[in-house]
């Protein structure tokens, strides 16, 4: 079991938004930055969001961020065949000392 | 540009001890603005973050609470690079592992290629 929860399927037609929520607790998102990521099988993740909404240079506004006090989202706008993957929220749990990722939300674009 | 390129035996045996190695290139390893990081993804489960070590004045450490003990990982100043090692391992430590870098609090913005690493007697 994650120490970050997100749902384990998300689906939505192309062109269509889809929103990934992750929610933590005071020691992990409630107090440090959120990262989300992109992981197509066969390849290395990828970065999409870092600091919770800040989006590294190449990524598309498509690809969104935000957090609320202990949870966190990932919207996905104007969806693709392409954005088909698992999409993993990541962050620091303050309480062990440790990186937690959460347990990923496999999307599926109808 | 940042490149990070894994390498190190794909099979082991249960008990044996996984050594992978992750050389950097466009960064170095002491930096004081990143930190290097392990990851692994077990066959049919998600991401698990295993450890990392930076330099602040001296190196630093922070593994997994699942992976303590276990687990260690060094820096090589000389030839750029970081390593990872697991000790004892099962075949629950089949997997592919990543190494990948956090720059500041900017996430894990550069990984390596992966490498499948299978436990199997």
């Known amino acids: 079991q994650s120490v970050l929860t997100q749902p384990p399927s998300v689906s939505a037609a192309p062109g269509q938004k889809v929103i990934i929520s992750c929610s933590g607790s005071?020691?992990?998102?409630?107090?440090?930055?959120v990262s989300w990521y992109q992981h197509l099988p066969g390849t290395a993740p990828k970065l999409l969001i870092y600091?919770?909404?800040k989006r590294p240079s190449g990524i598309p506004d498509r690809f969104s961020g935000s957090k609320s006090g202990t949870s966190a989202t990932l919207d996905i706008t104007g969806l693709q065949t392409g954005d088909e993957a698992d999409y993993y929220c990541?962050?620091?749990?303050?309480?062990?000392?440790?990186?937690?990722f959460g347990g990923g939300t496999k999307l599926t674009v109808l | 540009q940042v490149q990070l390129q894994q390498s190190g035996p794909g099979l082991l045996k249960p008990s044996q001890t996984l050594s992978l190695t992750c050389a950097i290139s466009?960064?170095?390893?002491?930096?004081?603005?990143?930190?290097w990081n392990w990851i692994r993804q077990s066959p049919s489960k998600g991401l698990e973050w295993l450890g990392r070590?930076?330099?602040?004045?001296?190196?630093?450490?922070d593994y997994a609470v699942s992976m303590r003990g276990r687990m260690s990982i060094n820096s090589d100043t000389s030839k750029n690079q970081f390593s990872l090692q697991v000790n004892s391992v099962t075949p629950e430590d089949t997997a592919i592992y990543y190494c990948?870098?956090?720059?500041?609090?900017?996430?894990?913005?550069?990984w390596g290629q992966g490498t499948l690493v299978t436990v199997s007697s």
């Open positions: 990948a870098r956090n720059y500041v609090d900017r996430g894990l913005d550069h």
């Open positions: 466009g960064d170095s390893v002491s930096t004081n603005i990143g930190a």
């Open positions: 070590t930076y330099y602040r004045s001296r190196w630093r450490f």
């Open positions: 005071s020691s992990t998102i409630g107090n440090n930055h």
């Open positions: 600091d919770s909404n």
């Open positions: 990541g962050t620091w749990d303050s309480s062990v000392l440790a990186g937690v």
